[in-house]
């Protein structure tokens, strides 16, 4: 996979679970501040995807491209997540056991790239949007999530490439789109029965997700 990187610049925004708000309040400590980067971050986690090629229209994430193009670079003991990093953070890394808040907008390349869930669109009362909270290492979100931000730093943006056995294996694992309609669509198409039995499983699954590592609570 390959990411081209341009110059013009790019308006962005990105979902939650409504049952971490209380937690994700709570995770303070290492945050970057919100009101100076959150139109940053937002551009950051939608930028576009076209199956699997990327054009980034920002330049607040390519001022150090040099290249015309980046390849995206597969992690240690990761199973196959492939990462770029948009941006490095410059706050600590996780460890397991950490509690974590990430931003995320996941897509789905089997259904043209189609968005299935953002953390953006999940608001609180007063219209913020609330980040998804996990424990590091706990196994209940899908292993590529966990092995892209074991190795960020807070404060970085990552663009993970997911391999389907490194995403849903189930319909119980995190981060799980609360919408109905959206979650039905998603899981119907990665356990299409009919598709796998042509053989499409190492593709069908595959799963993109723009990773923002917003806290992590020790």
Same mark, same amino acid.
């Given at each position: 996979?390959?990411?081209?990187?341009?110059? =013009?610049? +790019?308006?962005?925004?990105?979902?939650?679970?409504?049952?971490?708000?209380?937690?994700?309040?709570? &995770?303070?400590?290492?945050?970057?501040?919100?009101?100076?980067?959150?139109?940053?971050?937002?551009?950051? +986690?939608?930028?576009?995807?076209?199956?699997?090629?990327? /054009?980034?229209?920002?330049?607040?994430?390519?001022?150090?491209?040099?290249?015309?193009?980046?390849? +995206?670079?597969?992690?240690?003991?990761? $199973? $196959?997540?492939?990462?770029? %990093?948009?941006?490095?953070?410059?706050?600590?890394? =996780?460890?397991?056991?950490?509690?974590?808040?990430?931003?995320?907008?996941?897509?789905?390349?089997?259904?043209?790239?189609?968005?299935?869930?953002?953390?953006?669109?999940?608001? %609180? /009362?007063?219209?913020?949007?609330?980040?998804? *909270?996990?424990?590091?290492?706990? $196994?209940? *979100?899908?292993?590529?999530?966990?092995?892209?931000?074991?190795?960020?730093?807070?404060?970085?943006?990552?663009?993970?490439?997911?391999?389907?056995?490194?995403?849903?294996?189930?319909?119980?694992?995190?981060?799980?789109?609360?919408?109905?309609?959206?979650?039905?669509?998603?899981?119907?198409? &990665?356990?299409? =029965?009919?598709?796998?039995?042509?053989?499409?499983?190492?593709?069908?699954?595959?799963? &993109?997700? %723009?990773? /923002?590592?917003?806290?992590?609570?020790?």
């Amino acid at each position: 996979m390959m990411i081209r990187c341009f110059a =013009p610049g +790019l308006s962005l925004h990105a979902p939650h679970h409504p049952t971490i708000h209380s937690l994700a309040t709570k &995770i303070t400590a290492n945050s970057p501040s919100s009101s100076s980067i959150l139109a940053t971050r937002r551009e950051a +986690l939608s930028l576009p995807i076209v199956t699997t090629t990327v /054009e980034i229209l920002t330049s607040s994430f390519c001022s150090s491209c040099s290249a015309a193009e980046t390849k +995206l670079l597969e992690l240690p003991n990761s $199973g $196959g997540v492939k990462a770029l %990093d948009l941006r490095v953070g410059t706050g600590p890394v =996780p460890v397991d056991g950490d509690q974590v808040a990430i931003h995320y907008y996941g897509r789905l390349p089997a259904k043209q790239g189609w968005r299935f869930d953002s953390t953006y669109d999940h608001k %609180d /009362e007063t219209g913020e949007p609330i980040p998804f *909270v996990f424990v590091l290492g706990s $196994g209940k *979100v899908i292993p590529g999530i966990e092995a892209a931000v074991r190795s960020m730093k807070v404060g970085g943006v990552r663009r993970a490439v997911i391999p389907p056995s490194q995403g849903y294996q189930s319909t119980s694992q995190e981060p799980i789109p609360p919408n109905f309609f959206d979650r039905q669509r998603l899981f119907t198409t &990665i356990f299409n =029965p009919t598709r796998l039995a042509n053989g499409e499983g190492s593709t069908l699954g595959t799963l &993109i997700f %723009d990773i /923002e590592l917003v806290s992590l609570r020790h």
